[in-house]
């Protein structure tokens, strides 16, 4: 299964010198969901509520289907577990997202880390680097932290 994991990634990560739309997009989805997924293991213990935001904000932001959200978490979640760096999640999403796209993301972000109702230090610094990473202004940074603290009470 890991193998498959790795080509199918690979594969969709070729498409960057113009393979094809779809493939495109199922790698941007991919790095998108991986980059949710991280958000849950930045404070060592993935929580279910988590897990649940974390398939709301894939669903929501590529309008997939609860079959689609499922397969893509669980190709996500494998490589999320054999990367070692965030960059080739964040070069590819910084590439092909544009600058709206890239602050939904870490809106996103911000919205997987308080599913749990605790704001702990370390999703706080994996989402200040990923913004950077995108090249998300620090404005909009704080901005996207403020509504999600807003609409869950914090």
């Not at 690979?10 to 991280?38: D, M």
């Not at 706080?124 to 995108?134: I, P, S, Y």
Request: net charge negative; glycine share 4%.
């Amino acid at each position: 299964m890991l193998k498959r994991i790795q080509d199918f990634f690979s594969s969709q990560i070729q498409t960057r010198a113009g393979s094809g739309a779809q493939a495109s997009q199922q790698a941007l989805q991919l790095a998108t969901a991986a980059l949710l997924i991280e958000v849950t293991y930045a404070d060592f213990k993935v929580e279910a509520s988590e897990r649940r935001a974390v398939a709301r904000a894939v669903r929501g932001f590529f309008n997939l289907s609860e079959q689609e959200t499922a397969e893509l978490i669980a190709l996500a979640e494998e490589e999320a577990k054999q990367s070692v760096s965030l960059f080739q999640f964040t070069e590819l999403v910084d590439k092909q997202f544009s600058a709206g796209e890239k602050i939904q993301i870490v809106e996103l972000m911000w919205r997987v880390a308080y599913a749990d109702r605790d704001n702990e230090m370390h999703e706080e610094h994996l989402v200040r680097k990923v913004a950077d990473l995108l090249h998300v202004p620090h404005s909009a940074f704080v901005r996207t932290r403020h509504v999600v603290e807003t609409e869950t009470g914090k």
